[in-house]
C-alpha cells in the first residue's frame, strides 16, 4: 500500500469515527431531553393528585365545621326532643302501671299474693278444716269459679270482711309507644277488679 492510499484510509476512517460521535451525541441528546420531559411531566402530575388531595382535605374539613355547627345550633332543640320523648315514656308507663294495679291489684299485694300459690292454698284449707286434698281442692275450685263466673256475667260479688268483685270499664284512649314515642290507639275494655274490704285494709296495716 502507497503512503498516499494509506493516508485517505485514515482520512476515511476518521471521517467514519466523526460520524459515529456525532450520531452518539445526537442520541444522548435524544435521551437526555426524554428523560427532562418525562420528569416534568410526573412531576406536574405529583403536583396535581397534591392539589387535589389539599383542596378535597379542606373540603372536608369545612363539611366537618359545618357539621360541628349545625349540632351546636340545634343542640337546645334536640334536648327538648328528648325530653319529650322522654315523658311520653313516663307517662306510657304510669298508664300501664295504673292498668296493672286496677286488675290485680297494688304493687305490695301482689307480692303478697304470690307468697301463697293455689297448691298451697287447697293444702291450708284441707288442714284447717279436716279435709282431703282432693275435696279442699274442688272448694277452692268451687268458690274461684263461682266468682269468675258471676262477675264475667257483670255482676258484682261482694264478701263482707273480705272485698269484693266487680267489673270496670275502660273508655277507648290514647296512648304512646314507648319505644317509639309514636302515638297509639287503645281498645276499649272491660277490667275484673278487687277493692279489700276496710276489715282486710286494716289488718293488713
Known sequence: MTLKELREKNELTQAAFAKALGVSSSLISSIESGAKQMTDKVADKVLEVYDVVSETAEKAEGKAGKAKGSLEKNRPKIRKTA?????????????????????????????????????????KVAEENNLSQKAAAALVDSILGTIVDTVAAREPVSLPGFGSFSVKHRDARQGRNPATGETIEIAASDVPVFKAAKAFKEKVN
Open 83 to 123: 325530653e319529650k320523648v322522654k315523658k311520653q315514656v313516663e307517662s306510657t308507663a304510669k298508664e300501664a302501671a295504673t292498668l296493672a294495679e286496677e286488675t290485680f291489684g297494688a304493687p305490695e299485694e301482689a307480692a303478697k299474693a304470690e307468697s301463697m300459690n293455689k297448691t298451697e292454698l287447697i293444702k
